[in-house]
Nanobody
Framework: VQLVESGGGLVQAGGSLRLSCAATGTIFSISSMNWYRQAPGKQRELVASITSGGSTIYADSAKGRFTISRDSAKNTVFLQMNSLNPEDTAAYYC???????????????WGQGTQVTVSS
């Protein structure tokens, strides 16, 4: 299983970006799809998460501005980011939690990361 991210880039403050993360390979189920971010010199933090049942959680910094959604049929998760500000500048990583494949136990998988830079 590989996760391929896209959609990062440079945007001015107040702008929007939409990140995508698609999984390749044979997948039977995915418990959760998550977006994390890591700014230089800071720890990686959870931005948003969506479960297989559709429940979502957001970091306080993302509430009201970011929306996580998924296309289960395509094993893809999205992060719509609006009203971006320079504090949102970071590398954004997707993580699929407890992915069930041909293996007997589920595993977590991470994307390679995509850079988001917000200029003031």
């Amino acid at each position: 299983v590989q996760l391929v991210e896209s959609g990062g880039g440079l945007v001015q403050a107040g702008g929007s970006l939409r990140l995508s993360c698609a999984a390749t390979g044979t997948i039977f189920s995915i418990s959760s799809m998550n977006w994390y971010r890591q700014a230089p010199g800071k720890q990686r933090e959870l931005v948003a998460s969506i479960t297989s049942g559709g429940s979502t959680i957001y970091a306080d910094s993302a509430k009201g501005r970011f929306t996580i959604s998924r296309d289960s049929a395509k094993n893809t998760v999205f992060l719509q980011m609006n009203s971006l500000n320079p504090e949102d500048t970071a590398a954004y990583y997707c993580k699929f939690g407890c992915v069930l494949t041909w293996l007997t136990i589920c595993q977590d998988y991470w994307g390679q990361g995509t850079q988001v830079t917000v200029s003031s």
